[in-house]
């Protein structure tokens, strides 16, 4: 039994997401088609279309000379050979002496009769209408002169037939006629009578080929002649704009796949499935739109059926189940490149885990480009390098955050000169341990990890590492290539975020929390019980160190 071929199938809904996707691509290419054939229609010179139609009639000189029996030519054929004739050089010769310039003309064939349409196009009307009409007559002269030639070709061997038969009769009649032609004097007048009546029968047919030379009309007639149009035929931005949309339609389809097929960004969570392999996809984080200014990353927790909010509190939620026996207690937040949303999602979780009635402190590690203060609004004189300095105590470190009872901040502090080299010493092993025993959940937001080593080092001191993608953005070469270098770390990576996401790929049920989250509900009885259970838990006073 021969092995079966697997066929794959045709994923029908990643075509349609990819035009979902590209919407705007395909409605401009579709859209500027359009204004770019109705601006050339209106600027176009307008066009009118003359018309004149030729009837064709069978020969006289082929009734004539027919041989019964003689298949007469196919009539298809012969319409579309005279069409042949009435666009050919000499006709358009015969136009131009006339009319001084040759105007743009078709012949086409009217149905499956014998009609010939003739149409000719200029810019001005009674122009298309003399030209068409021109045409025609040409036409017709034309094939006039070649029935006469034709006719004349045969009178003139009729003519040298009759000047033969003429000169064998005075043969006959020559006065040296030998004896022996007079004794059969009978028979020599049976010939020249015979000769006399060939030659009055040729003689009659030249007559009549004289006659019909005169009466010749070529084998067609003109039925009717060119009309002045009342309306234009060129250009019609009806008709362009339809076929314009069309075709911006397929290139636009076009353009989309092949945009597609060149972008190597990660965009929907299939894409991020399959570039980040085995890591789990914890998180989709749509767009805050409309948010600008100091505190524009902070998701808006307490509106009711916000999609950022429900998308952070599903991270939250994500995360609280990596752990059953421990879970993790210090988050390290990072991404591939900059401006992929680490910070904003570092912030949004720490917020959160705050409002689940948890003790948080969101720690800045980016001591490159530093942003935690600009989102909180709050000082950065003093923070992280100022406890890995024991220049101040983390109580003068730690900032509040107006109206989070149970969030606080540690800023970066003075940035030094050597980051990678601070983040990846002993002494911040011992700071993030200070800080972790002061609170439930600690969230770094640390640099990313391309550009700069700070993410690998830091990844020795805590319980877990986040990857933020932005959608769109991050390329799977790169995604792949920070996934390795954090490996490379034996950084505990425990899944992926996508950020930036559109709002229909959130997987959102859009219903309205029936109440907001609000700060303090650290007090319900269930949230006292989940405290309770992690606190008889045992917490080590250091990071785990590699």
């Not at 579309?80 to 003309?105: K, M």
């Not at 796949?257 to 969570?269: A, C, G, N, P, R």
């Not at 900059?338 to 705050?354: H, I, Y």
């Not at 993410?455 to 959608?471: G, I």
Request: aromatic share 4%.
């Amino acid at each position: 039994m021969a092995p079966s071929v697997e066929v794959p199938e045709l994923d029908i809904r990643r075509h349609l997401d990819v035009l979902g996707r590209r919407k705007r691509t395909i409605a401009l290419v579709m859209v500027g088609l359009v204004l770019a054939t109705l601006v050339s229609s209106l600027l176009q010179a307008p066009i009118y279309e003359g018309e004149a139609t030729v009837l064709l009639q069978p020969s006289s000189t082929e009734s004539m000379f027919d041989v019964g029996g003689i298949e007469r030519p196919d009539s298809a054929r012969v319409v579309e050979t005279e069409i042949e004739v009435a666009e050919s050089q000499p006709v358009q010769d015969a136009v131009e002496e006339e009319l001084g310039a040759v105007a743009e003309v078709e012949a086409t064939a009217v149905g499956s009769s014998d009609i010939i349409q003739i149409t000719a196009r200029s810019p001005d009307r009674p122009r298309a209408a003399a030209a068409a009409k021109a045409y025609a007559l040409a036409y017709i002269e034309f094939r006039r002169l070649q029935a006469v030639d034709e006719i004349d070709r045969a009178s003139d061997k009729i003519e040298a037939k009759v000047v033969e038969l003429e000169a064998r009769i005075q043969a006959l009649e020559a006065p040296d006629a030998s004896a022996e032609q007079e004794a059969s004097s009978g028979s020599v007048a049976a010939s020249r009578e015979l000769l006399v009546s060939q030659q009055a029968l040729f003689r009659q047919r030249l007559d009549e080929l004289q006659v019909e030379a005169q009466l010749k009309t070529g084998g067609a007639q003109l039925v009717t002649q060119g009309v002045i149009p009342t309306s234009k035929v060129r250009p019609n931005p009806v008709r362009s704009g339809i076929i314009a949309s069309v075709f911006g339609l397929v290139m636009g389809i076009g353009l989309a796949f092949l945009i597609e097929y060149l972008d190597d960004s990660v965009k929907t969570k299939e894409d991020l499935d399959r570039a980040a392999g085995d890591l789990p996809v914890l998180g989709l984080i749509p767009i805050m739109a409309g948010k600008v200014g100091p505190g524009s990353a902070v998701a808006p927790l307490t509106e009711n059926g916000s999609p950022a909010a429900e998308a952070y509190r599903t991270l939250r939620t994500a995360l609280q189940f990596l752990g059953v026996e421990r879970a993790p207690r210090v988050f390290q937040v990072t991404s591939a490149n900059p401006d992929e949303g680490k910070s904003s999602t570092a912030v949004n979780l720490g917020l959160v885990l705050a409002r689940a009635g948890q003790r948080v402190i969101v720690v800045d590690c980016d001591l490159r480009r530093a942003s935690v203060h600009t989102i909180f609004s709050v000082p950065n004189t003093v923070g992280f390098t100022s406890l890995y300095l024991s220049e101040a105590t983390l109580d003068t470190a730690l900032r509040r955050v107006q109206g989070e009872d149970h969030l606080r901040v540690l800023t970066a502090g003075p940035l030094p000169p050597n980051p990678s080299e601070v983040l990846a010493s002993k002494r911040t092993a011992e700071v993030l341990a200070l800080i972790r025993e002061d609170c439930d959940v600690v969230v770094i937001d640390c640099p990313p990890v391309l550009p700069v080593a700070d993410a690998a080092a830091l990844s020795a001191w805590v319980d877990a590492t986040l990857l933020v993608v932005a959608a769109g953005i991050t390329t799977k070469k790169d995604l792949r290539r920070a996934i390795e270098l954090l490996r490379l770390a034996d950084a505990p990576l425990v899944g992926t975020v996508l950020n930036r996401t559109e709002a229909g790929n959130t997987y959102g049920y859009g219903y309205a929390s029936p109440q907001p989250e609000t700060r303090g509900h650290r007090d319900r009885p269930q949230v006292k019980a989940l405290n309770a259970s992690r606190r008889s838990r045992p917490v080590p006073h250091a990071p785990r160190v590699r």
